[in-house]
């Protein structure tokens, strides 16, 4: 199936701009804290903050990698790889939003803008949109749990209600 070169183009840019936010945010962050304590599991701590927006940047680089094969597919016209690529590229890209679920607030500038861009790029599905407004306005950091048995108990009855 032919794809909309145009409309992929654009997408891919705002992909690379949310990258390019987020990597600043990560560099910022790092130089801020220094390095990551592996250990540290608590929500909003310098070490989940540094690890969730290295999750959002890494989503972002591999939404980009995706679309950005599915152009490249297309212009050699191997279609079948371009439509593979495409819908690997709409999936809800992997710890985006949630890994600022992991980092502490506010949220840096460049993140929420990163955020927004994505939420109003009309890519991903609506599920991303809600995903990305819910974690914009959460008050405060909220995984890793310190209550792991709530939260399981919680995300079961979330499950049940879909």
Known sequence: MPHDLTELVRVGRVLEEAHRLLEG????????????????????SPTQTLRGATDLAESMAAGLKQVSLTIGYSVLGMDDRADRALRVARMQPVSFPSGADRMARPLGEDTVRAMELIRDLGFFD????VAIDVALAAPQA?????????????QGAQSGRD
């Open 25 to 44: 945010e990560r560099k910022r962050l790092e130089q801020q804290h220094g390095r990551r304590r592996p250990y540290e599991v608590t929500a909003g």
């Open 126 to 129: 609506e599920e991303t949109s």
């Open 142 to 154: 909220t995984y890793p749990p310190a209550d792991w048995d709530a939260y399981a108990r919680e």
